[in-house]
């Protein structure tokens, strides 16, 4: 009756997480209902606090700094419903936070569930490539576009050069990539069952099937931190990759060299995208000394642009061959120019809280650095911090963290 019992309970907390992934899927299939859902799961993260946690002190005061802020941005908005839309959006992070903090002793069941979720996503995706080459059409997840004057249907997917890219249940590669580097990563310091090494293996070899040069690039970061004691043996990486470019076919070859001139093109040498501009108008509004922003809702956010915020105007924004996206694709910039310097950093310092609550041994501080990174990183060239998914899968394990009591974590040597 009490193992009954517990899996009950298991299952309930686990419930408004696995609302976050199958709320995903619905919104993709049903995009009318995507906003409503988020909603949904955000109140259900939220809801268990009120009935009897208690929220630590310097947490309590970050957050009450932050809707001082919060509220002047929000009243500063050039349309109250494109602040509305957005403002919940900034509500998420501290949904997940919370959650995490309410079960703060419940790491064992997280980290569990994350590493059976990410295999699951793998197997997807097998059957994914099996679809991708056999019968393309099956692909529940393929965004259809139907042309009339050819009276056709036309499937987009996630592919670049030619090669898709994994995404598993998760839909989008970037989360996919995500979801893979987390669990490699909380395998590594929290699973020493008998199958550690073959989920290590697996979740290795998924962060590079889902080619998301954010997360692949900051994976080989984190490695060569991790592990620079050794980096003597990495010496043999360079000429081997190099064979393994020469040992390809022409075909595969070109594509590499065009994904690579193409993201250095994008992000370095040229910086003719909407992203670069994004970054372009926040420094010039830090340069301004801009301390309360411009307004929740402004810019960078989807409200911006289905709202047709003015500031893109005022500030002679660029949007390149990107027009038809509905965000700027950075969150930093929509950060900093909606609520200004001071509500930007008040923000920030709400997420990183957790690392001030108490003392923090160092193999603590190295997984906590590793999901924050993650998570900042990607938000440097994503929503990644207002994506329920992402947040799932990165910040929701820090609170747990922090509170793990399991010596082995702190006694494991690699």
């Known amino acids: 009756m009490k193992l009954k019992l517990k899996y009950i309970n298991n299952f309930i907390i686990l419930l408004p997480i696995i609302m976050v992934f199958a709320g995903e899927i619905i919104g993709y299939i049903y995009p009318s209902l995507s906003s409503a859902i988020k909603v949904v799961t955000c109140l259900a993260l939220l809801f268990p606090i009120w009935l009897k946690i208690r929220i630590p002190n310097k947490l309590l005061l970050a957050l009450l700094v932050f809707i001082v802020f919060f509220i002047i941005a929000f009243y500063r908005s050039f349309n109250y419903s494109a602040a509305l839309e957005d403002g919940i959006r900034y509500i998420f992070p501290i949904a997940v936070l919370l959650y995490g903090y309410y079960n703060k002793h419940k790491l064992k069941l997280f980290v569990g569930f994350i590493i059976i979720f990410a295999i699951l996503n793998f197997i997807v995706q097998l059957k994914n490539y099996y679809h991708f080459y056999i019968d393309p059409q099956r692909q529940w997840f393929y965004t259809r576009y139907f042309i009339e004057s050819q009276n056709r249907t036309v499937y987009w997917s996630p592919k670049t050069f030619g090669v898709l890219r994994a995404t598993g249940l998760v839909i989008f590669f970037g989360a996919f990539g995500v979801l893979n580097f987390i669990a490699f990563w909380l395998t590594h310091y929290f699973y020493f069952g008998k199958y550690r090494k073959i989920c290590l293996s697996i979740f290795f070899i998924s962060i590079f099937l889902s080619i998301s040069y954010k997360t692949i690039s900051f994976f080989l970061i984190t490695l060569a931190i991790k592990y620079y004691k050794k980096l003597k043996y990495l010496l043999i990486l360079p000429p081997l990759i190099m064979g393994l470019y020469f040992l390809v076919g022409n075909e595969l070859r070109s594509i590499i060299e065009q994904s690579i001139e193409v993201r250095l093109s994008l992000y370095v040498t040229e910086g003719n995208s909407a992203r ?72 920030l310092m709400v997420l990183l809280i957790p ?60």
């Open 355 to 414: 690392l001030l609550i108490k003392s923090i041994k160092y193999r603590k501080l190295e997984i906590l650095g590793i999901i924050y990174g993650m998570l900042f990183f990607d938000a440097l060239f994503s929503f990644s911090i207002n994506n329920l998914v992402m947040l799932t899968v990165t910040i929701l394990f820090v609170y747990p963290i922090v509170y793990d009591s399991n010596p082995q974590v702190e006694l494991s040597h690699d």
């Open 276 to 347: 670069s501009e994004s970054y372009r108008v926040m420094f010039d509004e830090i340069r301004s000394f801009n301390l309360f922003g411009n307004g929740i809702g402004v810019f960078g956010g989807p409200a911006s642009t289905k709202y047709n915020s003015p500031y893109y105007d005022e500030v002679d924004f660029n949007w390149y061959d990107t027009n038809y996206i509905a965000t700027t694709d950075t969150y930093y910039p929509h950060l900093f120019v909606e609520l200004g310097i001071l509500g930007g950093l008040s923000y």
